[in-house]
């Protein structure tokens, strides 16, 4: 069977956990979007991305300010300890929400059905010295007539060795990766709790 030519190949170093991850994490979410039909939400990055840009602009500032008044001057230390600060300030509120908030989700999507509004958060780990990809699923599901939204709220964790996804020479195979995908969050949307 040859390849689709449009298919964006994954491969990575079968000797590498962490490649492994990556590029079963890019897959999954390329997945979620063209196959399953999720639209992507991308707030968590553009938090991240607005809280990294603030702490630059401080920090562009206080350069700024260096550059055109004599560092000796009380004033001007006292300025670029300011921005050197609020730099450290937003890097570590951009650090904290990746910690505390974001956590390990890779995708955040929605998807608009006859039946309502499926959302979906998936999370993936690998642990150290364990060749075991581990996703966590959580779905909400709201549907039903405008006047009464029935909502359930869905959760499921899979387990799946990653040498089972590749070949010898670390590429993904895509084919059984989807099924796999389809099969977890079929799974997941199949059982839920009122």
């Given amino acids: ?3 689709d030519p ?3 190949v994954f491969r990575a170093d079968k000797s590498n956990l962490l490649d492994l991850k990556t590029a079963c994490d890019d897959a999954l979410k390329e997945y979620l979007e063209t196959k399953a039909g999720f639209r992507q939400s991308h707030k968590h990055t553009d938090i991240k991305l607005a809280l990294g840009y603030v702490g630059c602009i401080f920090a562009a500032a206080g350069s700024y300010y260096g550059y055109i008044h004599p560092f000796e001057l009380e004033e001007t230390k006292f300025w670029t300890a300011v921005s050197v600060g609020l730099y450290y300030l937003f890097n ?3 650090m904290s929400y990746m910690y505390f908030v974001e ?3 890779i995708f955040t999507g929605t998807k608009t059905t006859s039946n309502g509004k499926t959302t979906i958060s998936v999370s993936s780990s ?3 010295y364990n060749p075991c990809y581990d996703l966590d699923v959580r779905m909400n599901i709201t549907g039903g007539s405008s006047s009464a939204k029935l909502k359930k709220v869905t959760h499921q964790q899979f387990s799946t060795a990653l040498n089972y996804w590749f070949d010898e020479d670390g590429v993904l195979d895509q084919e059984l990766f989807g ?3 389809l099969k977890f969050v079929s799974n997941t949307e199949a059982t839920h709790t009122e």
């Fill in 126 to 128: 690998v642990k150290n």
């Fill in 1 to 3: 069977m040859t390849p």
């Fill in 92 to 94: 570590v509120l951009m």
């Fill in 179 to 181: 099924a796999d995908i």
């Fill in 103 to 105: 956590k390990n989700i």
């Fill in 6 to 8: 449009n298919t964006r």
